[in-house]
T-cell receptor
Framework: AQKVTQAQTEISVVEKEDVTLDCVYE???????LFWYKQPPSGELVFLIR??????QNEISGRYSWNFQKSTSSFNFTITASQVVDSAVYFC?????????FGSGTKLNVKP | SAVISQKPSRDICQRGTSLTIQCQVD?????MFWYRQQPGQSLTLIAT?????????ESGFVIDKFPISRPNLTFSTLTVSNMSPEDSSIYLC???????????FGQGTRLTVV
């Protein structure tokens, strides 16, 4: 069975703080993809990153970084020096066999 | 990449009526996906729409309630039939390209049933 767990329902931080969003996944397959999406209040899904199961390299993109660890089945997302514009719901998702399995999402509130 | 145009972007409908949501992709794709996102919830896959065949529905979703059309490789519609307030959600269409290396979503349709 495929499953994605985002245990943090809601996180509040003050601007410029660093914040890490946790994502744990379950799958028996060896080939899969992991995604992070941002959903601002307007509702659209904004693609942030994709990782395949064979690439455990961490990635940094500006203030965003991702830590993929197959040993713990985790794909965590860190925002450094958070900004108010980062306020949104963030979804982690597992993709294989033509299906997405989304986590329940983490709502991030960044206060000025 | 693929650009998806979804409309309407939002609507307020009376219970008992039906709404058809359109999804247009700027390139040909084999599979299109329809998701529902209930308020404060995650995305749930409704069905997979393949061109030239019946859509494949996930558990809990039926064709009578959510009929889907897929007349060609760039277009699909989802109809929400006989609506009730419980159908108030965001509905999103999606396509996947390149063996799952890319996933694209429409802007979503925010439906409110009163």
């Amino acid at each position: 069975a495929q499953k994605v767990t985002q245990a943090q329902t809601e996180i509040s931080v003050v601007e410029k703080e660093d914040v890490t969003l946790d994502c744990v996944y379950e799958t028996r397959d060896t080939t899969y993809y992991l995604f992070w999406y941002k959903q601002p209040p307007s509702g659209e899904l904004v693609f942030l990153i994709r990782r395949n199961s064979f690439d455990e390299q961490n990635e940094i993109s500006g203030r965003y970084s991702w830590n993929f660890q197959k040993s713990t089945s985790s794909f965590n997302f860190t925002i450094t020096a958070s900004q108010v514009v980062d306020s949104a719901v963030y979804f982690c998702a597992l993709y294989n066999f033509n299906k997405f399995y989304f986590g329940s999402g983490t709502k991030l509130n960044v206060k000025p | 990449s693929a650009v998806i145009s979804q409309k309407p972007s939002r609507d307020i409908c009376q219970r008992g009526t039906s709404l058809t949501i359109q999804c247009q992709v700027d390139s040909q794709v084999t599979m299109m996906f329809w998701y529902r996102q209930q308020p404060g919830q995650s995305l749930t896959l409704i069905a997979t729409a393949n061109q030239g065949s019946e859509a494949t529905y996930e558990s809990g979703f039926v064709i009578d309630k959510f009929p889907i059309s897929r007349p060609n490789l760039t277009f699909s519609t989802l109809t929400v039939s006989n609506m009730s307030p419980e159908d108030s959600s965001i509905y999103l269409c999606s396509v996947v390209g390149g063996h799952g290396t890319e996933a694209f979503f429409g802007q979503g349709t925010r439906l409110t049933v009163v």
